[in-house]
């Protein structure tokens, strides 16, 4: 559902239990960021922030030389910030590489990387801050759920216990299910119920998703809803353009045969169901609708009752599965469901129907495979990290074995975790700050909408509304499941878990404790259905945010963050949701037309930009980049409102910049990163974002005062006489 800052790519994890949402909004990753429900730390106004309290130490009468600040933290980020430009490069001309070309230069990819930058950068830190409060057993006053997520990290990093069981506890596990033809003479008649035992027991979602969600038209009411699946590679533009991406469908077949020689086939039997298994991957590829033309959520909103399915995919027998995959919650035929894929749904069961039982079985056992990889002994995870060297042109990669069980750890407790991570590292004054400046932020969006002069008066009136509308969270009771010394039995017993949490949503009203970040996660999101941006506290630190630094910074950073996140109410999905979080026409027409209108020209100027010769899709990029260019433009606005109500702030020494211009210096920098074709190939196919530079450049070509605070002339590159502007 929400709206992502950044998309992150990780490697395959078993650990995205909760279904991907498609309708439009996509999150960090290609693969969704999971609902988590967890407590302990700071709310501000539906955003999660934990940060240091903010004091002014940037006036005159601190400093030995009048209007410089020469303190050591000012001297420090000044030293990082002229480490990082490139003054060959004229700003007017290219400011991308003027604000980063040194930082380029100075930061090679990491071995094992396939991008690098200040996100990834402090996400490595985070991580090991998390690294040590997981592995300081000694540590007092820990909550029950704090010591579970220390003996989950534990039995993860227990890699003795895990090389000496092998492939035999997924082997016993695909077993239970119903055996498959890799190893064994496979002639069942039981496709509806290995179809509900991998969606209800292994939360894998083989043909088409199913969850529970916030009712994107009733915000006070969860509701079942299906949605098409996900695939094996990243997008289907991997299965369908064989020629562009021959090398990765290559990859990933080898990949596939390995694995099925590591759980007991013939190398030339695994070769054979393999090669089957990635033809009717195609297949749903054929059908898969691409995500720009799922954009408008009123069109593919479809509510109707659970006996309805039946009808639509007479392929599988639904009650059954819904029981099952809902169980203890009692249902019956007349139950609400929303459907976002109805065509999609119609084909996938028209190929059901035509496919062969002994594909269908081995098709869904394998999508297993794939989820359990990561948690197996160590030969699965090297063919997968073959794999996914190809995948994003990454070399000598090794991941070590920590990084791996933090980040399971985080996915898996990261309510636990989340609440060890904010007691370790903010201090308690951090909610004052971020309430200070998300409201100026939200002032500055509010001045805006006056001068929007395409939008009537009556819908800028409830375009305000929405801009006023926040939630304040409280604290809930931690949920907690069994952890053993197993690995391999503790993501089993989260399965379960998860799926009981999912169940007992259905019966509930959404809970605004639910989130889909952990608190140590580098990124922000905006959810329409609860009108709310979230700020974990991971991302209030430096580049985004410290309270030594000059404002102008903070502004450029976790301001253009916090105005990017509230933008999302307004880009072309957010804009459909009303102020309660409903989906509804409350635009009147005339706006609506006009906003069309307005954004065709962002969608034709990112459009226009390529990377590597492959150009951007200016569709599918549109909400992300609104939510830029408002995040931008909100962020200086309030920027410039601040200095009027505390005066002029002392410039950092050595940069000769005005502190005007180290806004736009300090914004840009945020998005200093270096990365293979390969994730960059990914990149313009699969994520909802620009790629670093043109989430840049094409932003500031849109902005008037960058233009003229850097003294741009008329038609320069990075000052066109024609800026989209929304707004």
């Known amino acids: 559902m929400e709206k992502v800052l950044y998309h992150h790519v990780r490697a395959a994890s078993h650990l995205r239990w909760f279904p991907q949402v498609y309708h439009g909004k996509l999150n960090a990753a290609s693969s969704h960021s999971e609902p988590h429900v967890r407590s302990h730390f700071e709310i501000i106004k ?59 230069k100075n930061n090679p990819l990491p071995e094992g990387k396939s991008r690098w930058g200040p996100f990834s950068n402090l996400w490595e830190h985070n991580m090991l801050v998390m690294k040590h409060l997981l592995e300081n057993t000694t540590m007092k ?35 239970q299910i119903g055996g498959w033809a890799l190893t064994e003479s496979w002639d069942k008649d039981n496709f509806q119920e290995v179809l509900r035992s991998v969606s209800a027991n292994y939360r894998t979602s083989p043909f088409f998703t199913v969850f529970v969600s916030t009712d994107s038209k009733n915000s006070n009411s969860n509701i079942i809803q299906v949605d098409q699946s996900s695939l094996g590679l990243p997008s289907r533009d991997y299965y369908l353009n064989k020629t562009a991406n021959e090398k990765y469908l ?3 077949l080898s990949f596939l045969v390995e694995l099925g020689v590591l759980l007991g086939g013939s190398e030339e039997t695994s070769q054979t169901l393999m090669e089957e298994i990635v033809d009717f991957e195609t297949a749903l590829a054929n059908i898969t609708v691409p995500q720009e033309e799922r954009r408008d959520e009123e069109l593919i909103y479809h509510k109707m009752e659970a006996k309805d399915l039946t009808t639509l995919v007479p392929a599988v027998d639904w009650m059954p599965y819904l029981t099952e995959v809902f169980a203890p919650v009692p249902l019956n035929e007349s139950e609400p469901v929303v459907v976002y894929a109805k065509e999609y749904l119609q084909k996938v069961s028209d190929l059901i129907t035509k496919t062969n039982k002994s594909l269908l079985n081995n098709y869904m056992i394998m999508k297993v495979v794939r989820k359990m990889v990561s948690i197996l002994d160590q030969r699965f995870q090297d063919a997968e990290q073959r ?62 909408l006056k001068y929007v002069s395409w939008m009537d008066s009556e819908t800028k009136k409830a375009a305000k509304e929405k801009v006023g509308v926040y939630f304040f969270p409280q604290e809930v009771l931690l949920l907690l499941l069994v952890v053993s010394e197993l690995y391999f039995q503790n993501v089993m017993q989260y399965y379960n878990f998860s799926a009981r949490v999912t169940a ?37 630190q430096a ?185």
Not at 394 to 413: E, H, I, N, Y
Not at 581 to 591: A, D, E, I, Q, V
Not at 630 to 648: D, F, H, Q, S
Request: overall charge neutral; charged content about 20%; glycine content about 8%.
């Open 543 to 727: 580049p985004f945010y410290s309270r030594s630094w000059p404002k102008a910074l903070n502004f450029g950073g976790i301001g253009v963050v916090m105005g990017h996140e509230l933008t999302h109410a307004f880009d072309d999905q957010g804009r459909e949701y009303d102020k309660d979080g409903n989906l509804r026409p409350w635009w009147k027409n005339s706006s609506v037309e006009a906003f069309k209108k307005q954004t065709q020209c962002m969608v034709e100027q990112y459009g226009n930009y390529s990377i590597n010769k492959e150009p951007l899709n200016g569709r599918h990029t549109l909400g992300e980049n609104i939510a830029d260019n408002g995040g931008l433009k909100a962020a200086y606005k309030a920027y410039v409102n601040w200095i009027k109500k505390n005066g002029e702030e002392a410039t950092l020494p050595a940069l000769g910049m005005t502190n005007h211009q180290l806004f736009f210096v300090g914004f840009a920098q945020v998005w200093c990163s270096v990365r293979t074709p390969e994730s960059s190939h990914e990149g313009v196919i699969t994520d909802p974002h620009s790629p670093s530079r043109f989430r840049v450049i094409g932003t500031i070509s849109n902005s008037h005062e960058f233009s003229k605070h850097f003294g741009c002339k008329a038609n320069a590159p990075m000052n066109p006489k024609h800026k989209c502007e929304l707004w």
């Open 46 to 104: 539906g955003t999660r922030m934990n940060s240091p309290r903010a004091t002014n130490p940037i006036t005159a009468r601190n400093f030995a030389h009048p209007g410089l600040c020469l303190t050591e933290p000012c001297i420090t980020v000044a030293s990082a910030v002229i480490e990082a430009l490139d003054r060959s490069i004229d700003p007017c001309h290219d400011f991308y590489n003027f604000a980063c070309g040194g930082w380029v």
């Open 250 to 252: 290559t990859a990933y």
């Open 504 to 540: 007992d949503q259905l019966r509930k009203i959404p809970n605004r404790n639910q989130w889909s970040m952990t608190p140590p996660t580098v990124n922000a999101y905006y959810n329409p259905t609860k009108n709310e941006m979230v700020l974990p506290a991971g991302i209030l």
């Open 387 to 448: 794999f996914l060297e190809v995948m994003y042109g990454t070399k000598k990669s090794c991941t070590p074995r920590w990084k791996l069980c933090v980040s399971d750890t985080d996915s898996a407790l990261g309510f636990a975790l989340g609440a060890m991570f904010v007691k370790a590292t903010f201090a308690e004054d951090s909610k004052a700050i971020a309430e200070d400046m998300v409201a100026e932020i939200k002032w500055a969006f509010e001045e805006s």
């Open 141 to 175: 006053g820990l909550s029950k759920a704090e010591e579970k997520a220390q003996q989950y990290y534990q039995a993860c990093m227990n890699e003795a216990k895990i090389e000496e069981l092998g492939p035999k506890p997924l082997q016993e596990l695909i077993s």
